[in-house]
């Protein structure tokens, strides 16, 4: 008489770690060194201006 059929036992499936996360990176901000009045700089490399920009100064300012 065969022995009665046993259920194979049952395998936990394996436990998979969740994957780790790294902490957000936080960026300092980045500081914009304040922008200096065009008219703070007409007054002092006016004459530089005017001689080195033949048709407009290297700034872009006509």
């Known amino acids: 008489m065969a022995p009665p059929r046993m259920a194979p036992p ?8 969740p994957p780790r996360v790294a902490p957000p990176r936080v960026v300092p901000p980045r500081v914009v060194p ?10 002092r490399c006016d004459q ?3 001689i080195t920009a033949k048709g407009g ?3 872009g300012w006509p």
């Open 57 to 59: 100064s290297r700034e």
């Open 34 to 43: 304040p922008r200096r009045d065009h008219a703070v700089l007409r007054t």
């Open 48 to 50: 530089n201006c005017m």
């Open 10 to 17: 049952r395998v936990a499936p394996p436990r998979v770690a």
